[in-house]
C-alpha cells in the first residue's frame, strides 16, 4: 500500500533562494492539496488539484509560491526568495472522488 | 470569529478514561467533518469521519455531530498513553460553493497527554 510521499523531508535554504518541494499522491487518487502548518496551529490550505487543474489557490499563497501538477499526477510546490517567515511544514494530501484527504509526511522548511 | 474552534487545552486524562474532544465550526452549509490525529513532529493521520447527525463509532472511537448546534467531538474510550497526541478537528465546506472548492479548514488543535 503506497500512501502519499513527499520529497524532500527537511529542507534548510537561506533567505533568498529559491526551493521546490515535490508530491506524489496516492495512485488512484485524482485531488491533490498543498497545507502549510506551523508550530501550534493546524494546517492552512493553499492550493487544490483536480487532475492537472489547480481550481483554487489561498490568499496566503501569495506570488512567491507557485504550484503545479503536470499530467495530474506528481505535483510541485515552488517558493522563490524564501523568507524566514516561509518557515514552516509543507504538507500534501490527496483524495479520491470522496473528499477524505490523507496526507503525506511533509517537508519542514527552515528559512535562515 | 474563528471558522472551527477548538479546546486549546493541554487535556490529561489518566490511562483508561474516557477522553472528551469538542469542536464547533462557524459555516452552516458544512458538510463532511473529520478527526485527525497528529503525533510531535509528524503529520495529521485520519481517525474518523463523519457526515450525519449522531453518532459513529470505531473501535474506541465515537465521533459524535449535531449540525443544529454546529458542534463535533471526539470520545476515546479506555484512553492509552500511545493516544497522546494532538487532535485536529477538520470541516470541510459545502463542495458546492465556487469560493471554497474541497479545502479542509482546521481548528488548531487539542493535546491530549493520557498518563499511566
Known amino acids: 500500500d503506497t500512501g502519499v510521499s513527499q520529497d524532500p523531508r527537511h529542507k534548510i535554504t537561506k533567505r533568498g533562494q529559491n526551493v521546490t518541494f515535490r508530491c506524489d499522491p496516492i495512485?488512484?487518487?485524482?485531488?491533490l492539496y498543498w497545507y502549510r502548518q506551523t508550530l501550534g496551529q493546524g494546517p492552512e490550505f493553499l492550493t487544490y488539484?483536480?487532475?492537472?487543474?489547480?481550481?483554487?489557490k489561498s490568499r496566503l499563497l501569495s506570488d512567491r509560491f507557485s504550484a503545479e501538477r503536470p499530467k495530474g499526477s506528481f505535483s510541485t510546490l515552488e517558493i522563490q526568495r524564501t523568507e524566514q517567515g516561509d518557515s514552516a511544514m509543507y504538507l500534501c494530501?490527496?483524495?479520491?472522488?470522496?473528499?477524505?484527504?490523507?496526507f503525506g509526511p511533509g517537508t519542514r522548511l527552515t528559512v535562515l | 470569529q474563528k471558522e472551527v474552534e477548538q479546546n486549546s487545552g493541554p487535556l490529561s486524562v489518566p490511562e483508561g478514561a474516557i477522553a472528551s474532544l469538542n469542536c464547533t465550526y462557524s459555516?452552516?452549509?458544512?458538510?463532511?467533518f473529520f478527526w485527525y490525529r497528529q503525533y510531535s513532529g509528524k503529520s495529521p493521520e485520519l481517525i474518523m469521519s463523519?457526515?450525519?447527525?449522531g453518532d459513529k463509532e470505531d473501535g474506541r472511537f465515537t465521533a459524535q455531530l449535531n449540525k443544529a448546534s454546529q458542534y463535533v467531538s471526539l470520545l476515546i474510550r479506555d484512553s492509552q498513553p500511545s493516544d497522546s497526541a494532538t487532535y485536529l478537528c477538520?470541516?470541510?465546506?459545502?463542495?458546492?460553493?465556487?469560493?471554497?472548492?474541497?479545502?479542509?479548514?482546521f481548528g488548531e488543535g487539542t493535546q491530549l497527554t493520557v498518563n499511566p
Open positions: 494530501a490527496s483524495s479520491a472522488s470522496t473528499d477524505t484527504q490523507y
Open positions: 495512485s488512484e487518487h485524482n485531488r
Open positions: 488539484f483536480q487532475n492537472e487543474a489547480q481550481l483554487e
Open positions: 459555516d452552516r452549509v458544512s458538510q463532511s
Open positions: 463523519i457526515y450525519s447527525n
Open positions: 477538520a470541516v470541510n465546506t459545502n463542495l458546492m460553493r465556487e469560493t471554497s472548492g474541497s479545502r479542509l479548514t
